[in-house]
């Protein structure tokens, strides 16, 4: 099966067909002498695919250094039965991620009023960079970056963020702000800029931002962008990524072993580590905060989470050290600087010192108010970057808590029928289309290292220069930052994750999104093959869907909003070239090999 992608793929079905029924023709003609040995190749196929369960738990084993899953995502990876390499059962609905059916209109009417009236954004209103109001250093720093225009989500929040607000009747200020727009729409941007405008004028540096993501690699990420933007404003970013213990992300925030006081401006931190340092640093408090980000907050918001909410919102709105000065006996507070101290001016010049505004991004927002409850947002407005006639009131079922979900324009997507042998058939979608710099996702871990290895095998054998990498929550930190360089230097062509890799991700160079297992939720989808087509760029997603996935992939995608249709294509065993029916028999059997040989070195 071959898809021209020319930039504008279309797939020619004609030529396909024509294809087709040349090699079923010529199929009859030998069809005496091979038929038995196909048929005899399929049935090996079928045998040799079902590797034992303890030898794929070899596998596992030999997939890499001890399991260190990431804290925060430790319920994404369900640690799944193992499963043969023969077709993987319908992905199990993870119970906290399956998302309640939306019930009848009359659910949205019971929505606060700035829920079910979001202020709605055209997805293409684009702004001069030079016409935001932020300092000029900033507007060069963007321009170095070939940032000369802002987006949709920019150009619609800097202006309510920045009290620039225009005087319409849609725009308050001083609220806290709800935004929800596609993936790779320069949302991070979108906060990060007004708050490192706003921060810019402090006098001395206090923790006055803090920025909860849920993982670890998302820490990393957007405190590279806050150090990229703020470092031409001299403010103090630091990420929490719980790579040091508690005391040495203590002393780093208050400048050293010497306590001078913080240099810190912009935190970013998991909600984890968060809690861990409200619950046992003293010095650590958030009583100068004046931005609370809660970015890819659907995420964040799931049960999974813990409580992380009502931890930080109580110190937020009861900071345990004005709490300590309130209990403390007069004659210990004389040891307390003297209260003249207190008046020093630490806080922002006045028109810019407001009360905390809360922050809240995500591409699939909830719209659950018992979940934005426990955010306790004050005067909110829901700035929604959507396509104007798409009905956020739709009545019919759509994923639970969920709005109206919108796929990036450039983005094009394909749904691949395909049988049972999933791994030659994603091989023989590779390499016919010789698709590059590829992001394949898997549902679990295991299910990542075994087509990981599979497919190295098969390249092996081919001779095939096609490196491929792995990143999963077994891999080690290191392990997983390291096949992302890769990843992003171009040095490995295609990249096996599990969905640690579908949030928030920003690897500029992803062409191609393959779902080798059809996600189990339709905001895993959205995320997933949001990593690509982003900031404008073209992307192709594609998703593999066995017969008995096919029902369950058609009712998640439904509700899409998206500019392109999706397409439909299918690749079967039966239309592989014989050579790679049999490479696929010799790879699973090199495969089964090695596990059973790792076994017994092991014993
Ligand atoms: N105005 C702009 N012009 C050009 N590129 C931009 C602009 N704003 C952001 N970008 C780039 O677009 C890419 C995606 O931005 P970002 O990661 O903020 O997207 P996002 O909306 O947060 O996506 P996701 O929902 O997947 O997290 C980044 O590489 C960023 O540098």
Same mark, same amino acid.
């Given at each position: 099966m071959s898809v021209e992608i020319d930039g504008n793929p279309s797939f020619d079905d004609k030529s396909a067909k024509n294809k087709k029924l040349k090699k079923r023709k010529r199929k009859d003609e030998e069809k005496n002498s091979e038929s038995d040995a196909a048929t005899s190749t399929i049935e090996r196929l079928k045998k040799s695919a079902s590797l034992s369960q303890a030898a794929q738990q070899e596998i596992k084993k030999k997939s890499g250094n001890e399991p260190e899953t990431d804290v925060e995502m430790q319920d994404v990876e369900q640690n799944m039965p193992l499963h043969d390499l023969t077709p993987i059962p319908q992905?199990? =609905?993870?119970e906290h991620l399956e998302?309640?059916?939306?019930? !009848?209109?009359s659910v949205v009417s019971s929505l606060p009023k700035w829920l079910s009236q979001p202020i709605l954004v055209d997805p293409t209103t684009t702004i001069e960079v030079a016409s935001l109001n932020i300092d000029s250093k900033l507007v060069e720093k963007l321009n170095n970056q070939n940032i000369t225009r802002g987006f949709a989500v920019q150009s619609s929040a800097l202006p309510l963020l920045l009290n620039?607000?225009? %005087? &319409?009747?849609n725009y308050t200020y001083g609220g806290d702000l709800c935004v929800s727009a596609a993936t790779g729409s320069g949302k991070t941007l979108a906060y990060v800029l007004p708050i490192v405008q706003c921060l810019s004028r402090r006098i001395v540096p206090r923790v006055r931002c803090v920025v909860i993501v849920p993982t670890r690699e998302l820490t990393i990420q957007v405190t590279r962008t806050f150090e990229t933007i703020g470092s031409c404003m001299g403010l103090g970013v630091c990420g929490w990524t &719980? *790579?040091?213990?508690l005391q040495q992300e203590q002393y780093q925030m208050l400048g050293g072993? $010497?306590?001078?006081?913080? !240099? @810190?401006d912009i935190l970013v931190t998991t909600p984890g580590r968060l809690v861990d340092h409200i619950q046992?640093?003293?010095?650590? /408090?958030?009583?100068?905060?004046r931005y609370l980000v809660i970015d890819e907050a659907d995420r964040l918001l %799931? *049960?999974?989470?813990?409580s992380w909410a009502d931890v930080v919102m109580t110190e937020i709105d009861h900071p345990k050290c004005l709490q300590m000065m309130d209990n403390e006996t007069s004659s210990q507070k004389q040891?307390?600087?003297?209260?003249?101290?207190?008046?020093?001016?630490? +806080?922002?010049p006045h028109h810019l010192d407001s009360p905390l505004q809360k922050l809240v991004f995500s +591409? /699939?927002? !909830?719209?659950d108010p018992s979940k934005v409850a !426990?955010?306790?947002?004050?005067?909110p407005r829901l700035l929604l970057v959507q396509s104007e006639g @798409? $009905? =956020? %009131?739709?009545?019919?079922? =759509?994923?639970? $808590? +969920? =709005?109206?979900f919108s796929v990036p324009p450039t983005l094009k997507e394909y749904r691949v029928s395909v049988s049972a042998e999933k791994p030659i058939l994603l091989h023989q979608l590779i390499h016919s289309n010789n698709l590059n710099n590829v992001l394949c996702f898997v549902k679990s871990n295991e299910g990542a290292a075994r087509l990981h290895r599979l497919l190295e095998i098969i390249n092996g054998i081919e001779g095939k220069n096609y490196p491929c990498g792995l990143v999963s929550g077994n891999l080690s930190r290191d392990e997983r930052k390291k096949m992302l360089n890769g990843f992003a230097s171009g040095e490995l062509k295609l990249l096996v994750c599990s969905?640690?890799?579908?949030? &928030?991700?920003?690897?500029?160079?992803?062409e191609h999104v393959i779902n080798y297992d059809p996600p189990s939720s339709l905001r895993r989808y959205v995320h997933r093959i949001g990593r /690509?087509?982003?900031? &404008?760029r073209n992307g192709y997603a594609w998703t593999l869907v066995q017969d008995h996935e096919g029902h369950h992939f058609s009712k998640l995608v439904k509700h899409l909003g998206r500019t392109l249709p999706l397409q439909r294509l299918s690749l079967h065993?039966?239309?592989?070239?014989e050579e790679n029916v049999e490479l696929y028999d010799n790879a699973l059997n090199t495969l089964r090999t090695e596990v059973y040989e790792s076994r017994k070195s092991s014993k």
């Open positions: 992905p199990d =609905i993870d998302e309640k059916s939306f019930s !009848t209109p620039e607000g225009r %005087d &319409g009747p &719980g *790579q040091k213990n072993l $010497d306590g001078s006081g913080s !240099t @810190v046992n640093d003293n010095t650590f /408090t958030l009583q100068h905060l %799931d *049960q999974s989470f813990q040891n307390v600087a003297p209260y003249f101290l207190s008046s020093l001016p630490t +806080a922002l +591409a /699939t927002m !909830t719209r !426990t955010l306790r947002l004050r005067d @798409v $009905d =956020i %009131d739709d009545g019919e079922e =759509i994923e639970g $808590d +969920a =709005i109206i969905d640690l890799m579908a949030r &928030g991700i920003d690897v500029a160079n992803i /690509t087509a982003r900031a &404008g065993l039966k239309d592989l070239p």
